[in-house]
């Protein structure tokens, strides 16, 4: 982890991988606690 | 009495939550997973510098960031409040600099703080550089410029191997005697203390040591950061060294520090603009439940249809029911 | 009536433990997304803890000891946990509009301990003692003073830095969270956006 760095970029954006990954992960987390079905009863049919 | 909260939930069905248990869980899902992290990766701890490192790699460096020092003509020396009166990095918001309005709090003499003061502690056990400094000290301001200038000429045409410096033979009187006191001092690492404790000695404050290692003419220091991707230029604002993460959360303030103008056109003033900038951005998300349009965005974005989408279906379904049900009674 | 009288039952009308500690929601609270508050809560109790027994051993302890240098590692990916799921609550109230019905305050209070959450984290990068500190305090000097802040915020200054981030902020954090989780268990959380295409409800 402390080797040489390791960059993406396009234009003037240059991101390190380190930070690339977390915020890969937060829009995934994000996506993921949006769209998986969340556990418990539903109201069931009167 | 009722609350407030009671009567906003009336007509809502209510479901058991157990908010302690998912509180317990919560925290035990963190905290494993920052072990397994810390265990897995470990953290970064790149050493700090030292002025003796410095004195060691780059001796024309460090001796020309003292010569600067000495003559003022170090980017300290010159810089502005909140260290002294000068203006290099005096900057402004329109016509207005709350730098200068505020003024000189970190009082810091360059030719005294680095270099005159240190010289004189260590003067009495070193008797040439005594003799050197008592008469540097004597002499008149333009003397002393006349033998900077000249020390400042020779230095430029100097040549280093290693940690060796050679300085040809110049007419810059006892100048001469005290960069290469000052080049002793950086290479046995007496700087470091010096420069920090010269005044008390118990001392957690090292706006001293720092000023002097970090100034912008030192090569090794800004060497060191640009190959770490640290400089402001390559997103350092929101960089760690190594490939670990570093401050993601920092993304929209060190974008300031890449774009136009503010590298352009007003590159004079770009801290200044880039946090008025940040102030104002981080207004706005502060007031957004009140900024007419912005405050109804959500629901045009629509995210919370996935959101609540099993309260949705349920609604219908409600809906549903009770349209059947009067359908029924009407029939 | 005695003030303490009144400090009581204004205490038992508006902050009664049911309120506080409810042992029901409403049955629109069903999504992943309504954890990541008590996940970034979360994050906070595993930085103090770990900062903690940082302070306790000293600031230069976890340069030269194994143990010292896992602590910080555990405070280290901490404070990533604790941006990670901060930033995504905030996205999430974002979506769903979390400020509606009387709610504004509420969001507010959760910028401004976003904002001094920041704060703190600048500081104990600051109180580092390594190159990274080094660096980020020479430079963000420049930000500082540009502003006239660095006359009284010296980043230079590690002991005022690291009084700042054991002490003073970690203190404002906690007091910022209390104050929103107080306001949250008082407002109730916040209904949908009606779906039958009436006005959003202020």
């Known amino acids: ?46 | 009495m009722m609350s407030r909260k009671h009567a906003y939930y009336r007509g809502v069905r209510m479901a058991p939550y157990d908010l302690v248990k998912e509180f317990l869980v919560a925290l035990g899902v963190v905290t494993l997973l920052v072990v397994i992290l810390a265990a897995v990766l470990s953290s970064p701890d790149v050493r700090p510098l030292t002025l003796q490192s410095i004195a060691t790699t780059d001796p024309q460096s460090y001796v020309q960031t003292a010569l600067n020092e000495l003559d003022g003509s170090s980017g300290i020396s010159d810089y502005g409040p909140p260290y002294n009166n000068g203006t290099g990095a005096v900057q402004y918001i329109g016509p207005i600099s709350i730098q200068q309005l505020i003024g000189v709090h970190i009082p810091v003499s360059t030719a005294q703080d680095f270099v005159l003061g240190p010289l004189a502690q260590v003067a009495p056990t070193n008797p040439s550089w005594k003799v050197a400094l008592d008469r540097y000290n004597a002499a008149p301001a333009r003397q002393q410029t006349a033998w900077t200038n000249a020390y400042n000429t020779a230095l430029g045409k100097a040549t280093e191997s290693g940690p060796h410096l050679s300085v040809a033979r110049c007419a810059c009187g006892p100048v001469t005697t005290m960069m290469k006191a000052m080049l002793a001092l950086g290479q046995r690492g007496a700087m470091d203390g010096l420069l920090l404790t010269n005044r008390q000695f118990y001392q957690t404050d090292y706006t001293r040591p720092l000023l002097f290692t970090a100034d912008p003419d030192n090569n090794v220091v800004n060497a060191r950061a640009t190959s770490l991707h640290l400089l402001g230029s390559q997103w350092g604002v929101m960089n760690e060294t190594g490939n670990y993460p570093g401050q993601a959360w920092l993304w929209l303030y060190s974008l300031f520090y890449q774009i136009p103008p503010y590298t352009t056109a007003w590159a004079a003033n770009t801290d200044a603009l880039a946090i008025l900038s940040i102030t104002v951005l981080s207004l706005v998300l502060l007031f957004l439940p009140w900024i007419p349009g912005l405050n109804r965005l959500p629901r045009y974005l629509g995210v919370h249809r996935l959101i609540w989408r099993d309260w949705y279906r349920e609604e219908k379904q409600k809906a549903a029911r009770t349209a059947k049900h009067n359908a029924e009674v009407e029939a | 009536m005695s003030m303490t009288r009144r400090t009581q039952e204004a205490l038992a009308s508006n902050l009664p433990y049911e309120e506080l500690l409810p042992s029901e929601q409403p049955a629109y609270v069903h999504s992943y997304v309504y954890l990541f508050g008590v996940a970034t809560i979360a994050g906070f109790i595993v930085l103090i803890a770990t900062g903690i027994i940082l302070a306790a051993f000293g600031p230069q302890w976890w340069h030269f000891s194994a143990v010292g240098h896992f602590f910080n590692g555990l405070h280290f990916w901490a404070v990533q946990a604790f941006f990670f799921f901060m930033v995504v609550h905030l996205w999430a109230t974002f979506f769903q509009g979390a400020w509606r019905d009387g709610r504004g305050t509420t969001w507010a209070v959760g910028v401004i301990t976003f904002l001094v959450s920041i704060l703190t984290a600048f500081t104990g990068y600051l109180s580092q003692q390594n190159f990274d500190a080094q660096w980020i305090a020479v430079q963000a000097k420049d930000a500082m003073n540009s502003v006239g802040v660095g006359a009284f915020f010296n980043v230079l200054n590690f002991g005022q830095m690291y009084g700042f981030h054991i002490v003073i902020l970690p203190i404002a954090v906690a007091i910022l969270i209390a104050i929103h989780l107080t306001m949250v268990r008082l407002r109730g959380v916040v209904k949908p956006y009606p779906i039958d295409g009436t006005e959003v409800q202020r």
């Open chain 1, 1 to 46: 982890m402390n080797g040489v760095q390791d960059y993406v970029g396009w234009g003037f954006v240059h991101i390190s991988i380190g930070n690339l990954v977390v915020i890969i992960l937060m829009i995934l987390i994000f996506a993921l606690a949006v769209l998986l079905p969340f556990p418990g009863g539903q109201e069931s049919e009167r």
